[in-house]
């Protein structure tokens, strides 16, 4: 999970614990808007030339940085989950790879819940029905849900009931 929070051309984020996959890592406003130029009214994004290589990009920042740590990533120390959330701040919480297991799982506070894909173990609708009724519990103001490659039960313009989106 992090946090982040917009000030007038400066974001602040902290991270609040490490995501999945072991990584925790923030961009700085500064970073952001130094990768950005404006070009006849359209902004452009450079996209880092590993970008398509994960693995060479991993070697190149590991060997030749002593870390892995693109030198437009800021890296930040994690904050317990259970802290306090400073007034204007947005806590993100990111999951994943729940496999219809979602009984056992204390959610730590957000307000923004964050899905990562495979929710379910086959993609049977039964576990999509209660996988929604695990979402539409009370807790987060708002959710973001990717599919994993795999997931049939979301192909073709099928979605959760209005229920979640409320």
Known sequence: MWRARWDPGVLKAEALALLPCGLGMA???SHVMAARRHQHSRLIIEVDEYSSNPTQ???FY???QGRFQPPHVQMVDPVPHDAPKPPGYTRFVCVSDTHSRTDPIQMPYGDVLIHAGD???LGLPS???KFNEWLG???FTAGV???HVAKRCLRNGTSFPKAWMS
């Open 127 to 129: 576990e999509v029905k």
């Open 119 to 121: 929710f379910t173990e």
């Open 137 to 139: 519990s009370p807790g």
């Open 62 to 64: 590991n060997i030749n």
């Open 145 to 147: 849900l990717t599919s």
């Open 57 to 59: 990009a991993f070697t």
């Open 27 to 29: 961009f700085s406003q």
